[in-house]
């Protein structure tokens, strides 16, 4: 691991006076939903904002070109696996954050912290006591789960949120999870994750060419899924639902954009279920690469589920705003901070995962051509709002 306090040069046509350091544990060119929505953060204010996060490959060439600075502490490769090194990549994380922000602190001066990711909390709580600065934690959903979960983890969090200043939702149903089981007089914010438009590369390329690439009809209908492969997600929840639709006489395909640990469990059930042919996995897609199969698919599926066991639910969902930028129709779980994404027959449709809704949606979408558009346009419209960040400075808190 390199020395943490031996901080590399600041490019001087970079900064004019940060007084704002963000730290998140995980950061770009990693890509994910929290990654991307502290991205689209720093790009706000890059003139204010320091960036602390960890080292994750192809940094160095990421860094580079980005119009705000970015320091790194390194995460050694052996703690990427197993349980053990969870827990070790987690206190790294812990102490790195804390000392490279004091460090940060005597270089800059900076007056804010924005703790971007509610992990990792302890060293947030113990640089409120050190620093002069005023502090704004993040909660995503997941982050709020765990440390309920144990009286003294719960103890110390409800600390930490009492010392800072404002806390940051991402959905109004992480904010109300928060509510329910810590006791928090701190002010609350939502502010919904956005689309950044230059995520996505748009190429000339017609909407059939990726149809032709997997061999799917021009008029076929296509349900779109795109995240990692674990089973909150639910893409088994389409699978189990695709011979109900071809036994209605419609031509459903299914594109599935995603790695994980199980994309053979669900190849399995396809071919089970004698679909295979109707499932096509993408594996793993780059976000300049999205947008092609955004645009061929005609309507975007995702049936997410609290995962109570693994403590971890869909805190809001990004993937349903961007399918709707593209003017997609999207049909979602009514769980977790979906319903913030999406709104029942509005810009989507909203199901229970444990029953026959699921069925029901999905052939409305799969039937009704004009549905699709007009829930589309909406997706559009939603999809275009944004809360910029700067509603934590330039409003009182109340």
């Known amino acids: 691991m390199q020395n943490i306090f031996q901080l590399p040069t600041v490019n001087k046509d970079k900064l004019e006076i940060p007084d704002i350091l963000v730290i998140s544990r995980t950061f770009f060119p990693k890509e994910g939903g929290i990654e991307e929505y502290v991205y689209n953060r720093c790009l706000q204010d890059p003139k204010r904002v320091i960036l602390l996060t960890a080292s994750y490959p192809g940094d160095v060439a990421f860094d580079a070109v980005q119009s705000f600075s970015i320091y790194r502490w390194q995460v050694p490769t052996f703690l990427t696996n197993g349980k053990l090194g969870s827990i070790l990549k987690q206190i790294v994380n812990m102490v790195c954050s804390l000392f490279l922000a004091i460090r940060l602190y005597f270089r800059y001066r900076y007056r804010y912290i924005e703790w971007a990711h509610g992990y990792d909390f302890p060293s947030l709580l113990l640089l ?27 103890s110390l969090f409800e600390w930490t949120l009492k010392r800072c200043t404002t806390i940051v939702c991402n959905s109004s149903f992480t904010r109300d999870y928060l509510h329910e089981h810590c006791q928090c007089t701190t002010p609350t914010r939502i502010i919904n994750p956005s689309v950044r438009p230059e995520k996505f590369h748009f190429g000339n390329a017609a909407r059939n060419s990726l149809r032709k690439k997997y061999g799917i009809p021009e008029t076929a209908v296509v349900i779109l899924s795109v995240g990692r492969l674990v089973k909150r997600k639910g893409f088994n929840q389409v699978i189990d639902n695709l011979p109900l639709l ?3 006489g419609l031509d459903v395909h299914y594109l599935i954009c995603g790695r994980g640990a199980i994309a053979g469990e669900l190849k399995s059930q396809a071919e089970n279920l004698g679909v295979a042919e109707k499932v096509h996995f993408a594996g793993y897609v780059p976000n300049e690469q999205l947008a092609d199969y955004y645009r ?32 997609k129709p999207v049909i979602a779980s009514r769980v977790g901070g979906v319903t913030d994404a999406v709104y029942h027959m509005s810009n989507g449709i909203l199901v229970n995962p444990k029953n026959s809704e699921i069925t029901e949606g999905l052939r409305q979408l799969c039937t009704n051509r004009q549905l699709r558009d007009r829930l589309g346009r909406k997706g559009q419209e939603l999809a275009n709002r944004k809360t910029p960040h700067s509603i934590l400075y330039s409003k009182p808190q109340h």
């Open 128 to 154: 409120t006591y050190i620093l002069p600065i005023q502090c704004f934690i993040y909660l995503h959903g997941n982050d709020v789960l765990c440390p309920v979960k144990n009286s003294v983890l719960r």
């Open 246 to 248: 071809l036994a209605a």
């Open 296 to 327: 061929a698919c005609d309507l975007f599926a995702m049936f997410t589920f609290f995962d109570t066991e693994a403590a971890s639910v869909e805190g809001f969902g990004i993937v349903y705003l961007e399918a709707g930028y593209f003017g």
